[in-house]
Every structure is written in C-alpha cells, then in structure tokens.
C-alpha cells in the first residue's frame, strides 16, 4: 500500500481549543504544523461546550487578530453572582482585580473563528481521520499515522508531536503507563445542560447553591440563555438520563433553584439539552520523549469554575514560547521545563474548580456539617474583601506564567 509521507516542524493531534490555538501560535512565528482532527468540521463546529473565557485569553485572541467577533458578540460580564439561601451576592471582579472581567463567548465560536482565520492563512488542517497513531516518540523524529477521509494511509514525520487530543484521544496513552502519574476525583453528580430561546433573566451569571442541588444560570445572545442544573452523574448504576427530564421538571428545578422573593426566571422554548459527568484529573507528565501533552489530554476539570477551555490556551501558549526558543536559538529549556511549570499551574486551576463545585453541589456523600461548611464558605466570600479578591483573581484567571 502507498503511504502518503510529508514532513512537518510539529504534529498536532486534536483540532479543539488546545490544537488550534497552538498551530495559529506557532504560525506567528514562522513554525510550521499540521492539524489532525478525528471529527468533521461541521462536528466540531457544533458541538456545545464551555463558555466563559479569561480575560487574558480574549486579549490573546485579539492578539492573534481572531478577537473581532467575539467583541462583538461576546457578553462582557464584571462578576458573576453567587445565590445561596435565597439570597443574590454579587461580586464585583472589576473592583476586586484591579479591572480585569470575564467574557462569555461559546467555545464552539471560538473555535468557528480560529479554524476560519487558520484555513485562511493556508493551515493544513485535516478534518475527520481515523485511527490516528504515534510512534517513536523517544526517538529525534516522531511520528504520527493516520488514514484520511478518502482512505488513504499516510504518515507525518515531525520533531515534535503535540497531543491535543482530548482526554479519551491517544496521546496521553502514549506515554508508558510507568511513566505516567494520575490522580483522579470523579465527583457523584452531574449537570443537565439546556439551551432556551429565551431573552436574558439577568445581566451576570448566576451561581446557585440549593438544598435541591447547584443551578447555573448563563447566557449565549439576547435570545439565547445556558442553563445548567445539578442532576445524579451519568452512565452509573443510578445515574441520570435525560428521559427523565421533560421540559417541565427541567423548569420546575431552574426556578425552584434560582428564584427568588422578587425575580423569576424566564422561560422559553427548550431545543438542546444533554448531561455531563464531574471529575478532576491530573497526568503527571504531560512530556514523553518529544510527545507535548496540552489541554485535556493532560488533565480534566469540572465546569464549576469555567476553567476547562482557558486551561487548555495556557498549556499551548507556554508550549508555543518553548517551541520559538528551541527554533529561534536551539535552546531546549522552555521545553524541558513545560511540563513542570504547566502542571504547576494546572494544579492551581483544579484547586479552584473543587473548590467551587464544592462549595456550591449539594453531595449525597457528605453530612450535614459539611454542607453547612459551604454555606459559611459562601457567606464569608460573599461578606469579606479578601475572599472576594481571592475567588475573582481566580475566576478571571491567573497569569499563564504563575
Ligand atoms: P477538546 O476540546 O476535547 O479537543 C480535542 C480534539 O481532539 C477534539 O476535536 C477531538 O475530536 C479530537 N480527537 C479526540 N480523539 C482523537 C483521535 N483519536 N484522533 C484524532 N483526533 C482526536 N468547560 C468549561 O469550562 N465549561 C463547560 O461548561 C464545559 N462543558 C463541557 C461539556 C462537555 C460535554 C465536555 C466534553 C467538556 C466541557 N468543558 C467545559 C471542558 C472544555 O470544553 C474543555 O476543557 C476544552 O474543550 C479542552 O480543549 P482541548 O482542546 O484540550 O480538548
Ligand atoms: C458556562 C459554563 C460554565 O462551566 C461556567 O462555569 C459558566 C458558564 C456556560 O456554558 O455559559
């Protein structure tokens, strides 16, 4: 069989924020990439995930001449209020960071804008091939086969393969399992997603802790709201499904969780929903050999915190500015360095993502006294300046170089 062969400076496994975000990085400066992606565009384009970015991540897309769209379509938010008891506080993260807000914009935007500006500047980018594979990562020139769409087998010789792939892609399975270390916490409930073609219930977001369980009220466009509620986690022995919500429970628990005395939620017609599990996980490393691990091929947070997507843009920037030093001057310490500083600050981003869902989901495992904890967690935040400011410099995201 003939294999298609071509040689490129890096392999990218992954066309999900991590990826994308790494070859317009790299395109910058004059470091050459191809993109591989499992899924069609059309997939990727679609798909409803995350939604809130960093400050620093938005300055970078307007960077990289890709922030166009999301200034103007994107909500620019200067906190977020939390609800608990019945009662609404608000958090001014403008004030309490020394001006810095967040921006909600849906990653499957972000990604329509990276992938248009990508294809534009002639990125190859290939869109729906099968079984990607990686070989000789330990060696100086690794490789990466696959088969494209028309079925023909080819095979990218590259210095560097980055594995952006996701948690359940190949990259990070990659790496022996003797190397790897990975600490998990898979947590014992869900979310419940909803888009409603709805106009907005309130300017900010809403986070709410509830006896029923956590409700996150979010928005997408003046006609268009996110809606999450806490639910039993899927695929488990009573885990949740979505048959068991009707639109009419789903609004039931919406208003009976963020309701209150003088304001109610509006409803409106409901046209995607879908449940997602909660884990936390770290890979320690996230380097083999000239394997790069980035993004959620490396570690997973719960949505709580809004972490994942701005995670992800951290790994790839650090890894891109180790790339331009080792081909601007063949010096490889940004690179043997990545995985430490990036797992450094990881960790710090899955400290706040538990600490946030924990502070705000009602878990069956725990007892009543943890619950009151997180009651008195959330009054001292909502009640005193320094937990405020510790909370915001962490929502709006800390610096990449931490
Ligand atoms: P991904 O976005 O997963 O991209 C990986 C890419 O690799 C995908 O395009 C995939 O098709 C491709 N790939 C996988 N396997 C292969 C293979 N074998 N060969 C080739 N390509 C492959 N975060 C939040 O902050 N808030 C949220 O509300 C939120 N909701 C989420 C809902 C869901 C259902 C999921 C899965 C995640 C959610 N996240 C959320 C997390 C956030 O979306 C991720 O952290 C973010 O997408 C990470 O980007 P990434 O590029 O590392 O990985
Ligand atoms: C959204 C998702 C989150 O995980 C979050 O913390 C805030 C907002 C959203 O989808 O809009």
Same mark, same amino acid.
Request: aromatic fraction near 8%; charge should be negative; glycine fraction near 14%.
């Given at each position: 069989m003939t294999v298609l062969q071509k040689r490129v400076q890096v392999g990218i496994n992954g066309a999900g924020p991590a990826g994308l975000f790494l070859a317009l990085l790299l395109r910058r400066e004059g470091i050459e990439s191809i993109v591989l992606d499992s899924r069609e565009r059309g997939a990727i384009e679609e798909t409803i995930r995350a939604g809130v970015l960093e400050q620093w991540t938005a300055d970078l897309m307007r960077e990289l001449g890709v922030g166009g769209r999301m200034d103007k379509e994107g909500h620019f938010h200067r906190g977020i209020t939390l609800q608990f008891l019945g009662e609404r506080h608000h958090l001014d993260f403008v004030d309490l960071t020394g001006g810095k807000q967040v921006i909600v914009y849906p990653q499957h935007e972000v990604l329509k804008d990276l992938i248009a500006e990508l294809l534009a500047q002639g990125q190859d980018i290939v869109f729906g091939v099968k079984d990607v594979q990686l070989h &000789?990562?330990?060696?100086k020139q690794p490789r990466l086969t696959y088969t494209r769409p028309d079925g023909k087998a080819c095979e990218i010789q590259c210095d560097f393969i980055a594995?952006? &792939?996701?948690?359940?892609?190949?990259s990070r399975q990659a790496i022996p399992k003797e190397l790897r270390r990975e600490y998990q916490k898979v947590y014992p409930f869900g979310w419940l997603g909803v888009l409603v073609?709805?106009?907005?219930?309130?300017?900010e977001l809403i986070y709410s802790n509830h006896e029923r369980g956590f409700a996150l009220l979010s928005t997408r466009s003046d006609t268009v709201q996110r809606m999450y509620i806490q639910c039993d986690p899927p695929h488990t022995s009573k885990g949740d499904d979505i048959a068991n919500y009707p639109d009419e429970r789903i609004w039931d628990e919406l208003h009976a969780r963020l309701d209150t005395a003088d304001s109610t939620l509006t409803e409106g017609k409901i046209f995607q929903k879908g449940i997602i599990g909660m884990r936390s996980f770290v890979c320690e490393?996230?380097?083999?050999g000239n394997l790069f691990l980035a993004g959620d091929a490396a570690h997973i947070v719960p949505p709580t915190g809004a972490k994942g997507l701005n995670l992800a843009v951290g790994d790839v920037l650090r890894l891109s500015r180790a790339l331009t030093q080792f081909y601007k001057s063949g010096d490889a310490g940004k690179l043997d360095s990545y995985s430490a500083e990036a797992v450094r600050r990881v960790w710090k981003a899955e400290r706040f993502s538990w600490y946030m869902t924990t502070m705000l989901h009602r878990n069956p495992e725990e007892s009543d006294f943890e619950q009151r904890i997180h009651l008195a967690d959330l009054d001292y935040v909502a009640h005193s300046q320094a937990a405020a400011t510790a909370l915001a410099e962490n929502y709006v995201g800390l610096a990449v170089d931490l």
């Open positions: &000789d990562i330990e060696a594995g952006c &792939d996701g948690f359940h892609g190949p073609e709805a106009p907005p219930s309130y300017h490393t996230m380097r083999h």
